[in-house]
């Protein structure tokens, strides 16, 4: 009886978890010209409007990139900082970290409010530099924690014996640590693919005319309409953030990429 009772509180939370997809999905493929539920008839049409409107495709396009240039930029910057906060005791540790991961403490307004200030006098706004390093200030935390969970996790003794067979410091990395590590870098990529894609407040503040993101077209698109065509840009969304988990989970698995 008690793991009956268990069984229906998860599924009743998988539910709730999973409503707005189960709304969202059918209202993609709505024949209505306003958002209704039920939809009173199922079409393409928005999907084929999606395709069509320049706007959001370019917008879309910004966004790939700028989640590519991103997870790159993280990766590269979060693994020496991840090796030596996991591994090095030294005075003062606790204290750098916290400051490395505070973007996860703090509001986002509060982030992109500040980032507006300072981006202003520097003429970085609307520029892809500005959306990177507002980008990196939300996603390097993440590729830290990632990281560090990785890096602790690895076998020991491993290391210190490809050192005592004669092997350089930068040859262990290379040959040693690193291949152990690509699980916990799939990861990284994976979480800050996705964190820099759906990034919507920050962007709000640093974007410009020439040059936007799709979470904020998306924003500015719902102002003044309300068609399903959100929705399918939303559906696509879903699909590509499960395609992305998939894909980790088929290539390393989850649970070892996220160092368990």
């Known amino acids: 009886m008690k793991r009956a009772l268990h069984g229906v509180v998860i599924a ?7 409503a707005p997809v189960l709304l969202v999905l059918p209202m993609s493929f709505s024949a209505d010209r306003y958002l209704v539920w039920p939809p009173s008839g199922f079409s393409l049409r928005w999907y084929v409007a999606l395709a069509q409107d320049a706007g959001l495709m370019a917008a879309a396009r910004n966004s790939f990139v700028l989640a590519l240039l991103v997870c790159a930029a993280t ?28 973007p996860l403490l703090l509001p986002t307004i509060v982030l992109a409010l500040a980032l507006l200030i300072i981006f202003v006098g520097y003429g970085l706004i609307g520029s892809w530099p500005g959306l990177l390093l507002a980008h990196l200030l939300v996603a390097l935390p ?3 924690r990632v990281l560090m969970t990785s890096v602790s996790t690895l076998p020991a003794g491993v290391e210190e014996a490809a ?19 690509l699980p916990g870098v799939a990861a990284t990529g994976a979480i800050v693919f996705l964190v820099s894609f759906d990034e919507v407040v920050i962007s709000l503040f640093v974007v ?10 998306m ?15 939303s559906a696509l969304l879903v699909l590509l ?20």
Not at 81 to 90: D, G, I, K, M, N
Not at 96 to 101: D, R
Not at 219 to 232: C, G, K, Q
């Open 241 to 260: 953030t499960l395609a992305i988990v998939l894909i980790l989970e088929r290539a390393v698995g989850l649970t070892r990429a996220l160092g368990r």
């Open 219 to 233: 924003f500015r698109y719902v102002e003044s309409r309300t068609d399903p065509l959100v929705a399918a840009v």
């Open 163 to 181: 050192s005592s067979l004669g092997a350089a410091p930068w040859s262990v990395f290379q040959r040693v640590t690193l291949p152990l590590m």
């Open 142 to 144: 993440y590729g830290i």
């Open 75 to 102: 990766v590269v910057l979060a693994m020496p900082a991840a090796l030596v906060l996991a591994r090095q005791r030294f005075r003062g540790r606790e204290a750098l970290l916290a400051v490395l991961t505070a």
């Open 208 to 217: 410009g005319p020439q040059l936007t993101t799709l979470p904020v077209a």
């Open 12 to 18: 009743a939370l998988f539910l709730f978890l999973l």
